[in-house]
């Protein structure tokens, strides 16, 4: 039997902000699909938002969050968010994360920009707009360097292993289909799924290829709740140019003074909201939606003054491939899948509806986004119920799994014919950005509905690390559309034109073993 003590499914800022703890007290595995620098960590631009200014500070960063949430926080999630980061963020200094700062002769301070529905600045950020990447190195340097941690790169964890312990049906491991395609079953205390969110399954998604789902929807699949998984954001700007990939256009541009103009060149924010182009993520969403009907809509900063290049290096670099340039052009944009911001159902201390398994990150759902993230909190949210999914997973007993599971499952790897697999895929992915992505109504999605129960005939089988990742993509998928259906309000980040108003009662969905309920706020996670 392979046993460790704990398994750690993901490796970026949530996988590793508990691997490093949990390796004082035992050993650690942590398994990546990619090689170990691929995540969604690695691509955040603006930054994290923390703050650090004293106590008004964070009660001001907490109202900002329960505002943006749309009445759907978590207030209990919200408020360790905003306490606990400081001294997570100063953590991160110490282990070498080089945020950016005011040259030395004018004090070193640490440099902080504004993002949207932000009512301050105090997001900061690292070579500009290179914030994840410097996050993700330090703290993998930070992993490497600590005793206990094992990292297995190029490694899809496929199913959770559970057993009955004391009746209770308990997570004990999981099956893993290493790098040279070979399954093997490993059996830890606690599991931890920090795989991060599933943008991949829409067809226009800031999200790179290994954000799947495939955490969440394995959860689901042993028995987990999951909760809120209508509450898909979208970022308002991403690169909109013919046959370019949808590469990010950091909210921080608005934040240093980008305009959003339409195809006549009028700014248009005004109609939509009083914070302009820094309204919460879903208005400006919805409004460049709205904008896009009557032509192309454009990120324009021709008057913003400071050094452009200096400030956002990364996004200067990738534009500079289409020959365009922040501060002489209009750069075409519009909104693309960005944030999960429902998931694996999960109290503060990443602890889900199943025994031995915990979640944390984008692949969990503690409520602590509400209905809509704000801004630069995800970071900060990977980092903090990390720590606190560590604490809780150290009190797990050493057991215990009796490896009965050992023999069941490994479904044999069938010949795909890869290429209808990509098809298949590119199917639900094209379902659910017509029919199930910003704007929604019941027509719609019933209709993506459909679609999408017509195609399960054909749904890839086998173990290899597609037909996994296409099987996530089916149940995010049908999760999504079950919970979006039975929302009749819109909320957030959950639009339905049929449905325009906010209900007067703030209810998470939840959905569990194929039936979906909702539940009041304040009793979800009890
Ligand atoms: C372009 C972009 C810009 C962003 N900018 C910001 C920003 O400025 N500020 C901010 O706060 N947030 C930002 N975000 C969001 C933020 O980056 C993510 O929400 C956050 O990093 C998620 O962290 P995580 O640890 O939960 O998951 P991730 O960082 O996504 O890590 C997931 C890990 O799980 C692994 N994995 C997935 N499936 C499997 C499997 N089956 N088996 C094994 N391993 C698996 C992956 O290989 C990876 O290691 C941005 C996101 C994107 C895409």
Redesign the pocket.
């Known amino acids: 039997m392979e046993q460790v003590g704990f398994l750690i499914?993901?490796?970026?800022?949530?996988?590793?902000s508990a691997a490093v703890r949990l390796a004082a007290v035992d050993t650690v595995l942590v398994?990546?699909?990619?090689e170990?620098a691929?995540?969604?960590?690695?691509?955040?631009?603006?930054?994290?938002?923390v703050a650090m200014g004293g106590l008004d500070d964070v009660a001001e960063h907490l109202q900002d969050t329960v505002d943006a949430g749309d009445g759907l926080v978590n207030r209990e999630a919200a408020a360790l968010l905003v306490e606990q980061g400081s001294k997570r963020v100063e953590e991160l200094l110490r282990w070498g994360t080089d945020f950016d700062r005011a040259p030395a002769s004018s004090g070193g301070e640490l440099l902080r920009t504004r993002e949207g529905a932000h009512s301050r600045s105090r997001?900061l950020h690292a070579n500009g707009d290179a914030?994840?990447r410097e996050i993700?190195v330090s703290l993998l340097r930070h992993a490497r360097a600590t005793d206990g941690i094992t990292l297995m790169e190029f490694?899809?964890?496929?199913d959770l292993i559970t057993e009955e312990i004391d009746g209770i049906k308990t997570v004990v491991g999981a099956v893993?289909l290493d790098r040279e395609g070979k399954l093997r079953n490993v059996y830890a205390r606690a599991v931890l799924i920090?795989?991060?969110?599933a943008?991949q399954v829409y067809s226009d998604t800031?999200?790179?290829a290994?954000?799947?789902g495939?955490?969440i929807a394995?959860a689901y699949r042993a028995g987990a709740a999951l909760s809120d998984m209508e509450f898909y954001q979208f970022?308002p700007t991403a690169f909109a140019f013919e046959g370019a990939p949808r590469?990010?256009l950091?909210?921080?541009l608005r934040g240093e003074g980008a305009w959003l103009v339409n195809a006549k060149g009028e700014c248009f924010m005004h109609r939509y909201h009083p914070m302009l182009e820094l309204a919460p993520r879903d208005v400006v969403a919805r409004a460049i939606t709205r904008e896009l009907l009557a032509g192309p809509v454009y990120l324009d900063m021709r008057h913003v003054s400071i050094d452009l290049k200096a400030r956002f290096p990364g996004i200067s670099k990738f534009l500079a491939g289409y020959n365009l340039e922040l501060g002489r052009d209009l750069i075409p944009v519009r909104p693309a899948a960005?944030?999960l911001m429902g998931g694996i159902q999960t109290d503060v201390n990443g602890q889900t509806t199943l025994p031995g398994l915990f979640a944390?990150?984008?692949?969990?759902c503690t409520g602590v986004h509400g209905a809509n993230r704000l801004?630069?909190?995800?970071?900060?949210?990977?980092l903090v119920f990390?720590a606190l999914a560590a604490e809780a997973m150290m009190q797990r007993p050493e057991i215990a799994a009796q490896g009965t599971a050992a023999e069941a499952k490994p479904e044999p790897t069938v010949a795909l014919n890869l290429e209808a697999v990509e098809d298949w895929i590119a199917e639900v992915r094209a379902i659910m950005w017509e029919d199930a992505g910003l704007l929604r109504d019941a027509e719609g999605l019933r209709r993506a509905q459909t679609r999408l129960d017509a195609l399960i005939r054909g749904i890839p089988r086998g173990s290899s690390r597609r037909a996994?990742?296409a099987r996530?993509l089916y149940t995010i998928a049908s999760v999504l559309i079950t919970s979006a259906i039975a929302r009749e309000e819109s909320r957030g980040a959950h639009y339905r034109s049929d449905f325009p108003r906010r209900d007067a009662i703030a209810l998470h969905s939840v959905m569990e073993k194929g039936k979906l309920s909702f539940v009041e706020e304040h009793a979800h996670n009890e």
Request: no cysteine.
């Open positions: 499914i993901g490796g970026g800022i949530a996988g590793l398994v990546t699909k990619e170990l691929e995540s969604n960590t690695a691509y955040a631009q603006g930054g994290i938002a997001i914030t994840g993700a490694t899809t964890s496929v893993l920090a795989s991060g969110g943008g800031t999200n790179p290994v954000a799947t495939d955490g394995m970022h590469f990010l950091s909210e921080a960005h944030y944390a990150g984008e692949a969990a801004a630069s909190n995800s970071l900060l949210e990977g990390g996994v990742e996530s």
